[in-house]
């Protein structure tokens, strides 16, 4: 299984205004600095949680189609299914009709499955199987829960404050515990 980015947002889910106030910072000397850890700290709470915080669009590929057939689209909230392909020996695609396979939007994890009970096996060896879906919250930030939105700030923050080079592992380089306590309930639990 692959997942690959295809659109990626279009803004972040805090602003560069935000971040400053948070850190109570005037002027425009930190600017570039600040909006690149405002995307750093996005990336990895999005990485972390396997969220998508604001709309982007995103590709899953397989040799073949999981057990039970149900397809878990690792990246929520999972907002539409775009196409599902199975490619044949000689590379080319067959869409899927949207009328065969059933969307699962409003759980936890966005899922499909046939409504036949099977998927069309794919004829290529290798990367037979793609499904186009688009995931976050919203286009924007305001869109996106509160406590997350200040988990970010927090992060920008301590990122900002803590700028000499740590080794992974060392207290300065983990995450503060209230990040990560915000960030508790988004965690996927798995039985």
């Not at 949680?49 to 690792?74: F, H």
């Not at 396979?101 to 004829?123: C, E, F, L, N, S």
Request: charged share 25%; net charge negative; glycine share 10%.
């Amino acid at each position: 299984m692959k997942l690959t980015l295809i659109n990626g947002p279009l803004a972040e889910p805090i602003g560069l205004d935000d971040v400053k106030a948070h850190l109570r910072i005037d002027g425009e000397d930190e600017d570039m600095l600040l909006a690149s850890l405002i995307t750093t700290s996005r990336l990895h709470v999005e990485a972390l949680l396997g969220l998508a915080l604001i709309t982007q669009t995103w590709q899953w590929r397989a040799d073949c189609w999981p057990r039970g057939e149900t397809v878990e689209l690792m990246t929520r909230p999972l907002q539409s299914v775009e196409a599902v392909r199975v490619r044949d020996a000689d590379g080319g695609a067959t869409t899927i009709d949207a009328v065969d396979y059933i969307a699962d939007v409003g759980g936890q994890t966005g899922r499909i499955a046939p409504r036949g009970g099977r998927w069309p096996r794919p004829g290529a060896a290798i990367g037979g199987i793609e499904v186009d879906f688009t995931a976050g919250y919203g286009d924007d930030g305001s869109d996106v829960p509160g406590d997350l939105r200040h988990a970010l700030k927090l992060l920008t923050a301590h990122w900002y404050e803590v700028r000499n080079p740590v080794h992974i592992g060392t207290t300065a380089a983990r995450v503060p515990d209230m990040v990560s306590e915000l960030l508790m309930p988004y965690r996927m639990r798995r039985l």
